[in-house]
């Protein structure tokens, strides 16, 4: 009997199952009216002494083992069953929430593609800048009031110290490092992150973008500045766009103009986004000063070259008609996902 108990083990722990018919068949083979078990317990009536003791046990233990199995055959064949019936193709899916870019990076990345159509390559530099790169190779003046502390935000500015660290106003940075790793031909957009010592409000922000322009070459003259900026307005805001070069100064360019461009809004008729003039102003642009071509090491008798900058958020304003400047910094989920259909 011991034996036959001890086969009967081996054949529970043995046993596997593939559907509840199975399993069924198993229980009755076991534990049914007829089952293996209700014959041992029979028998077991008949023994006796010290064997009964041992038996007993014996045989509880395989009551148990066999139910034990039944039950965890039973519930896996359960939960597998669950999850085919579960699996119902026709049921429509759960969309996944995409991601959407960010209206500046949206413009600046159309900028950048518009320019590279006409040859431009990409540029980019550091944020934090020295003193030189930003102000100096580019022709400021020691005490021009753009490197006054309101405006400009110093790492560190030691008494005395000339060409302290600091962060960059504006991308013309670039340009210098480009012209002095470079001889002309020189064609780039460069795209960044500018920051200014400017109390934050709806119209002024310590931090915006800039794409900056430089095309320096032989021959390079204020007309080829009038037609690239005009394909580029053109590309941006539509080809009925004019646009309006108004004399200005920069230190870095001379001569300096500044670019507006006809109000796509009222179409140049006059309404409040363009303050009734029927023009808006996107940014700077000129002719590269001698002066700024010589500080980085290119020969301004040989040379000549335009540059021009613009404030990305001043064109994504225009172009979504959003007037806070703190929107674009806030990362508010609900004012990104409005520009979703922009890509
Ligand atoms: N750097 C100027 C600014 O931040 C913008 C600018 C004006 C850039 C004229 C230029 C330029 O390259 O030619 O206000």
């Known amino acids: 009997m011991k034996t036959r108990i001890e086969n009967l083990l081996s054949e529970v722990e043995a046993f596997t199952a593939d559907s509840a018919q199975k399993v069924e068949e198993f229980r009755i083979k076991m534990l049914g009216k007829k089952g293996d078990l209700t014959l041992l317990f029979e028998e077991f009536k008949q023994v006796s002494g010290e064997m009964k003791r041992e038996l007993g046990q014996k045989i509880n233990e395989l009551k148990n083992r066999a139910q034990g199995k039944i039950n965890e055959l039973r519930e896996t064949l359960e939960n597998s069953s669950a999850t085919t019936l579960s699996l119902d193709s026709s049921r429509p899916g ?21 320019f590279s159509r006409l040859g431009f390559t990409v540029a980019e530099g550091p944020e934090v800048e020295d003193d030189w790169h930003v102000f100096g190779a580019l022709n400021f003046p020691p005490e021009h009031p753009a490197r006054d502390m309101q405006d400009t935000f110093f790492v560190e500015k030691k008494e005395g110290e000339e ?59 204020f007309a080829d500045l009038k037609q ?5 307005a ?24 500044e670019m507006d461009v006809s109000c796509s809004i009222c179409g140049g008729k006059g309404c409040n986004i363009c303050k009734g003039t029927g023009w808006l102003e996107v940014g700077g642009c000129g002719m590269v000063d001698p002066n700024v071509l010589e500080s980085c090491n290119i020969d301004s008798k040989k040379y000549s070259g335009f540059a021009f900058g613009f404030g990305v ?31």
Do not use: W
């Not at 302290?164 to 106003?169: E, N, S, V, Y």
């Not at 690239?228 to 580029?232: G, N, P, V």
């Not at 929107?327 to 409005?338: A, H, I, P, S, T």
């Open 228 to 232: 690239t900026l005009l394909y580029f």
């Open 234 to 257: 053109k590309e941006l805001f539509g080809q009925n766009v004019e646009i309006r070069l108004r004399p200005s100064f920069f230190p870095f360019t001379e001569p300096s103009a």
């Open 313 to 343: 958020e001043r064109i994504v304003m225009l172009k979504y008609q959003v007037r806070d400047l703190r929107l674009y910094f806030e990362n508010d989920v609900r004012f990104l996902k409005q520009f979703a259909a922009a890509i």
């Open 163 to 221: 060409n302290p660290i600091l962060l960059r106003t504006h991308t013309s940075s670039i340009q210098v490092r480009a012209m002095q790793k470079q001889q002309p031909p020189i064609r780039i957009v460069c795209p960044g992150r500018v920051y200014r010592n400017e109390a934050v409000s709806a119209r002024a922000h310590c931090m915006f973008h800039q794409v900056e322009g430089l095309y320096v070459d032989q021959n390079v003259s």
């Open 94 to 114: 759960t969309a996944d929430s995409m991601g959407t870019r960010h209206p500046v990076a949206v413009v600046r990345n159309e900028i950048l593609d518009i």
